[in-house]
């Protein structure tokens, strides 16, 4: 087993010997062991959730502990140590814990279970896609204001070159970084409005405890401005990708009257690139139009194939899954890939029935590819949302979901970021 780790109310980390790490997906708990956890990933960030008392198992005894004090030193508070892994990680438990009394709900990130073992921390995660397109490593500070001053240079009125700037500098976005950097992907946020209020949304919270991560764009970039900044990262990066929808945005097909104008500008100057979209597919027959002017693939973001599930959680207004449903299809019939954005949480996502409704679904309707993403948002309330207060349903672990899928769909790829056509 792997040594449980705590902090105090100052927020210093420590390990507690005699008492094994937990993880938690719905209502199991299991002390974790060395071989079902790695080191935790470079660029993962460890948090002290507030307003919540560790769960701990103590290795004498052979029983799971709520411990609020420190046992060598009782005076003192204890609170559980969760980590926000990095991107190509998904985590297969969450810290475990108990809520306080008039806990406030968590922001939003992922908290993946995790411990301590010889010399380091060790995670509860899992690597489903090994390439550095947002290893921090890469990502020199320097390089990216060389960067920055370049595309000043070379777009210097261009609205959406400079929103990036602030995605980058100001929020510490990867896929804006890359855009200066002149590597992989590059984001082309559009959208101001949405037709989801996603229980998650990273930019917009209405009546709501939780903040957000990062404002949303505030206006609409012309088509022009669209096109330049998608043609200067195509015109620099071999098997490059340009995608719509972005975290600091709505959904992007709610802005196709100049999303459609500038995929037929960047297709009349290069056949070039990958054009992407990541969106909810609430619109099929606006997407239509967007396939028929040149989108290349398209990224659906479902946390569920199930329609009640998926109800509660995006807050669907104006379409229903149905349409969803009908976005990919309409992508496959035209021979584009359709990858979907997994938004997954053990203990809902690794449940037997949550697997079999997600095998019937890839069976009739035949994705490209699976991108395994972390959901954020507040464990215990994700699952109160989704019904599961209460109810015992088998949890198979993530583990076993990615490799059902992998065994009963060997074509379907898996990862985690957009590849290139």
């Known amino acids: 087993m792997i040594t449980a780790v705590v902090s105090n109310d100052q927020g210093e980390i420590f390990d507690l010997e005699g008492y094994?790490?937990?993880?938690?997906a719905g209502r199991?708990?299991?002390?974790?062991?060395?071989?079902?956890?790695?080191?935790?990933?470079?660029?993962?960030?460890?948090?002290?959730?507030?307003?919540?008392?560790?769960?701990?198992?103590?290795?004498?005894?052979?029983?799971?502990?709520?411990?609020?004090?420190?046992?060598?030193?009782?005076?003192?508070?204890?609170f559980p140590v969760a980590a926000f892994n990095s991107p190509g990680h998904v985590i297969f438990s969450v810290c475990a814990y108990r809520e306080r009394r008039h806990a406030d709900i968590l922001p939003l990130f992922s908290y993946?279970?995790?411990?301590?073992?010889?010399?380091?921390f060790r995670s509860a995660a899992i690597l489903v896609d090994s390439e550095p397109r947002q290893d921090l490593r890469f990502m020199k500070q320097e390089d990216i204001l060389h960067g920055i001053e370049f595309m000043r240079n070379k777009l210097p009125g261009n609205r959406l070159r400079k929103h990036l700037e602030k995605c980058?500098?100001?929020?510490?976005?990867?896929?804006g970084k890359n855009f200066f950097l002149g590597r992989f992907e590059a984001p082309l946020p559009t959208a101001k409005a949405c037709n989801a209020a996603c229980l998650g949304c990273l930019s917009l919270q209405k009546d709501t405890d939780i903040p957000c991560s990062q404002e949303r764009i505030g206006f609409t970039p012309d088509p022009e401005e669209i096109a330049g900044v998608a043609l200067?990262?195509?015109?620099?990066?071999?098997?490059?990708?340009?995608?719509?929808?972005q975290g600091c945005e709505g959904d992007p097909l709610l802005a196709a009257g100049v999303i459609e104008p500038a995929i037929r500008m960047i297709r009349v100057r290069t056949d070039q690139g990958t054009i992407n979209m990541n969106t909810n597919g609430g619109l099929p027959e606006v997407l239509k139009k967007l396939l028929d002017a040149?989108?290349?693939?398209?990224?659906?973001?479902?946390?569920?194939?199930?329609?009640?599930?998926?109800?509660?959680?995006?807050?669907?207004?104006?379409?229903?899954?149905?349409?969803?449903?009908?976005?990919?299809?309409?992508?496959?019939?035209?021979?584009?890939?359709?990858?979907?954005?997994?938004?997954?949480?053990?203990?809902?996502?690794?449940?037997?029935?949550?697997?079999?409704?997600?095998?019937?679904?890839?069976?009739?309707?035949?994705?490209?590819?699976?991108?395994?993403?972390?959901?954020?948002?507040?464990?215990?309330?994700?699952?109160?949302?989704?019904?599961?207060?209460g109810r015992e349903e088998q949890v198979l672990g993530m583990r076993a979901i990615i490799d059902t899928i992998h065994d009963r769909f060997p074509g379907v790829r898996h990862g985690y970021f957009n590849p290139p056509k």
């Open 20 to 24: 094994a790490a937990v993880g938690m």
């Open 28 to 78: 199991s708990l299991y002390p974790l062991t060395i071989d079902d956890s790695i080191e935790l990933p470079f660029g993962s960030e460890l948090m002290r959730l507030p307003d919540r008392i560790p769960i701990l198992y103590d290795i004498a005894s052979a029983e799971f502990e709520m411990m609020d004090k420190n046992p060598f030193q009782p005076d003192e508070d204890l």
């Open 112 to 120: 993946g279970a995790v411990g301590w073992h010889g010399d380091g």
């Open 168 to 175: 980058a500098l100001e929020y510490g976005c990867p896929a």
């Open 232 to 245: 200067e990262h195509i015109g620099q990066v071999k098997n490059s990708v340009v995608s719509f929808g």
């Open 294 to 389: 040149g989108l290349d693939s398209i990224r659906i973001s479902m946390n569920s194939v199930r329609e009640e599930a998926y109800q509660a959680y995006f807050n669907p207004r104006g379409y229903v899954f149905a349409d969803v449903v009908r976005s990919i299809d309409l992508a496959l019939e035209k021979d584009r890939h359709v990858a979907i954005n997994y938004l997954n949480m053990p203990g809902f996502t690794d449940t037997a029935g949550e697997l079999d409704t997600l095998t019937a679904f890839i069976e009739a309707h035949p994705i490209n590819m699976i991108q395994w993403r972390n959901l954020n948002f507040d464990p215990i309330r994700y699952w109160q949302a989704m019904g599961q207060d």
